[in-house]
Antibody
Framework: QVQLVQSGAEVKRPGASVKLSCMAS????????VAWVRQAPGQGLEWLGW????????HYGPKVQGRVSMTTDTSTGTAYMELRSLRSDDTAVYYC??????????????WGQGTLVTVSS | DIQMTQSPSSLSASVGDRVTITCQAS??????LNWYQQKPGKAPKLLMY???TLATGVPSRFSGSGSGTDFSLTISSVQPEDFATYYC?????????FGQGTKLEIK
């Protein structure tokens, strides 16, 4: 069955970086994209970006553009998201989700369990 | 960015009720709309895509409609497991944007 398993909770200081992982199984990793979505405590969902596993193309959301990098490792079926220059308002649960292989259509049909990132001095 | 506005923000219903949640886009998104359900402490779950197509395994009591700027999600007979928060999401333009959510609570 399709599974996305994310790395564990992180606590970071303002200005630091965090790199989250999302290990996929149960499907052909390179046939899909991976999206990242976050949810601040008690808030709604925010799209952070998308990466094509096939060719590495990326699109990033405006609030993290310039601070985020999304990558994949097809040998291990793992997607990564690195967020730099962390601020307190980056505190959130970060989700990875299986997405369409191309950017024209978005469909998050499987999700990871989420990773809590806390940014605090 | 395309703004997605859901109404109501919260809704109380009894088991067996018919409920409708609406989602309005700030510009025409044709039918490039998904609906997700999220329960507390859990990841969202895809309910509907292309505005009106049920995702795999989703009960037929859920239905979606709309095109252009106005969309709706209807639950024909609310079941106990349906009490959750619902989000719409557009994929017509980048960045992808979500509605603020509608919390369905037990009356």
């Amino acid at each position: 069955q399709v599974q996305l398993v994310q790395s564990g909770a992180e606590v970071k200081r303002p200005g630091a970086s965090v790199k989250l992982s999302c290990m996929a199984s149960g499907y052909t990793f390179s046939n899909y994209g991976v999206a990242w979505v976050r949810q601040a405590p008690g808030q709604g969902l925010e799209w952070l970006g998308w990466i094509s596993v096939f060719n590495g193309n990326t699109h990033y959301g405006p609030k993290v553009q310039g601070r985020v990098s999304m990558t994949t490792d097809t040998s291990t079926g793992t997607a990564y998201m690195e967020l730099r220059s962390l601020r307190s308002d980056d505190t959130a649960v970060y989700y990875c989700a299986r997405d369409s292989p191309g950017i024209a259509v978005t469909r998050f049909d499987y999700w990871g369990q989420g990773t809590l990132v806390t940014v605090s001095s | 960015d395309i703004q997605m506005t859901q109404s109501p923000s919260s809704l109380s219903a009894s088991v067996g009720d018919r409920v409708t949640i609406t989602c309005q886009a700030s510009q025409d998104i044709t039918t490039d709309l998904n609906w997700y359900q999220q329960k507390p402490g859990k990841a969202p779950k895809l309910l509907m895509y292309d505005a009106s197509t049920l995702a795999t395994g989703v009960p037929s009591r859920f239905s979606g409609s709309g095109s252009g700027t106005d969309f709706s999600l209807t639950i024909s007979s609310v079941q106990p497991e349906d009490f959750a928060t619902y989000y719409c999401q557009q994929y017509d333009n980048l960045p992808r944007t979500f509605g603020q959510g509608t919390k369905l609570e037990i009356k």
